[in-house]
């Protein structure tokens, strides 16, 4: 049974100015949960001293969503976990536009079992044995 989606973002060559930028990563995750329809229900921020960069994570009712960046690096990572069907959000085109990236890479990954266990299955598993 599959129990959620998880999408995993990395966006690379951007700009460290603007991975420093608390405000604007914020911005990017509320589109995110506006574009969406995702509900909030909590939230952490850290920007880090320096020339360091940003970390944000926002509880939702359907799981999490969450940002790293590392100007150092020039590299920024997006986490999406939902426990209900969501569409795909453009995440190439927002996030090249938003923090610079020369590339951003999306993978969607399935949550859960994605093999439905017919009833025998089922019987071998729960009480061992093949």
Not at 39 to 65: C, M, N, Q, Y
Not at 90 to 117: C, F, P
């Amino acid at each position: 049974m599959i129990v959620g989606t998880e999408w995993l973002i990395e966006a690379v060559g951007c700009k460290p100015e603007n991975l420093r930028d608390a405000g604007l990563i914020r911005s990017i995750l509320e589109r995110v949960i506006a574009d969406l329809g995702l509900r909030p229900i909590g939230s952490v921020w850290k920007k880090f001293d320096g020339e360091a960069g940003v970390t944000g994570l926002i509880a939702l009712t359907e799981s999490h969503l969450a940002c790293h960046t590392y100007p150092e690096h020039r590299t920024a990572t997006f986490n999406l976990y939902c426990c209900q069907n969501r569409p795909d959000w453009d995440w190439n085109t927002n996030i090249k536009r938003a923090l610079g990236a020369e590339k951003v890479t999306v993978q969607k990954i399935s949550r859960g079992d994605s093999h439905e266990l017919s009833d025998y299955e089922l019987l071998v598993a729960v009480r061992g044995g093949g």
